[in-house]
T-cell receptor, first 114, second 110 residues
Framework: NAGVTQTPKFQVLKTGQSMTLQCAQD?????MYWYRQDPGMGLRLIYY???????DKGEVPNGYNVSRLNKREFSLRLESAAPSQTSVYFC?????????????FGSGTRLTVV | TQLLEQSPQFLSIQEGENLTVYCNSS?????LQWYRQEPGEGPVLLVT?????EVKKLKRLTFQFGDARKDSSLHITAAQPGDTGLYLC??????????FGQGTTLQVKP
């Protein structure tokens, strides 16, 4: 049982380049999330998908887009990377819309924009 | 805007000592969770507390939810080097999503 799988694990981009971070879960969870983690700032929500076919902005959505490809997969796209997007990105999923169920996180993508 | 403040941000102690980490807010949360994160990995859920005043124990870890559901604490008894990591509290907001505190980095020296 893999849980939440994120690819790639590491990435270096030049300013202005684009890339897509991939996330897939095999737990039949309905809701999926993208967070970024920066030192001293905890985890901040970028976008989320409460269920297949829906996506909504979180706390820090600027510069990002998402696609809920199907129930398993939720991708995050950076159209024109900026140094401020250097961070560790985590994908998470949960059974339902209520956070009570707890989130399962992937192991993260460490992104550096130079 | 609902916020969660964790304290302390950093804690370095000797093996065998006890410690408490606090998570405070001015807002009421429907539930509160604690996660532990190791370097290079994602956070892992430790516990969920739902009822005001609730206390849960997980081996040497004791979690408490405040009576008013605005605060929580994590107490570790006789800390071990394996407890080293980043501890995150997270509250279920009024929109149903999790709001995370900034985290407490714990280092337990042998």
């Amino acid at each position: 049982n893999a849980g939440v799988t994120q690819t790639p694990k590491f990435q270096v981009l030049k300013t202005g380049q684009s890339m897509t971070l991939q996330c897939a879960q095999d737990m039949n969870h309905n809701s999926m999330y993208w967070y970024r983690q920066d030192p001293g700032m905890g985890l901040r929500l970028i976008y989320y998908s409460a269920s297949e076919g829906t996506t909504d902005k979180g706390e820090v959505p600027n510069g990002y887009n998402v696609s809920r490809l199907n129930k398993r997969e939720f991708s995050l796209r950076l159209e024109s990377a900026a140094p401020s997007q250097t961070s560790v990105y985590f994908c998470a999923s949960t059974l339902g819309g209520r956070a009570y169920y707890g989130y399962t996180f992937g192991s993260g993508t460490r992104l550096t924009v130079v | 805007t609902q916020l969660l403040e964790q304290s302390p941000q950093f804690l370095s102690i000797q093996e065998g000592e006890n410690l408490t980490v606090y998570c405070n807010s001015s807002s009421v949360f429907s539930s509160l969770q604690w996660y532990r994160q190791e370097p290079g990995e994602g956070p892992v859920l430790l516990v969920t507390v739902v009822t005001g005043g609730e206390v849960k124990k997980l081996k040497r870890l004791t979690f408490q939810f405040g009576d008013a559901r605005k605060d929580s604490s994590l107490h570790i008894t006789a800390a071990q080097p394996g407890d080293t990591g980043l501890y995150l509290c997270a509250g279920s907001s009024n929109t149903g999503k999790l709001i995370f505190g900034q985290g407490t980095t714990l280092q337990v020296k042998p």
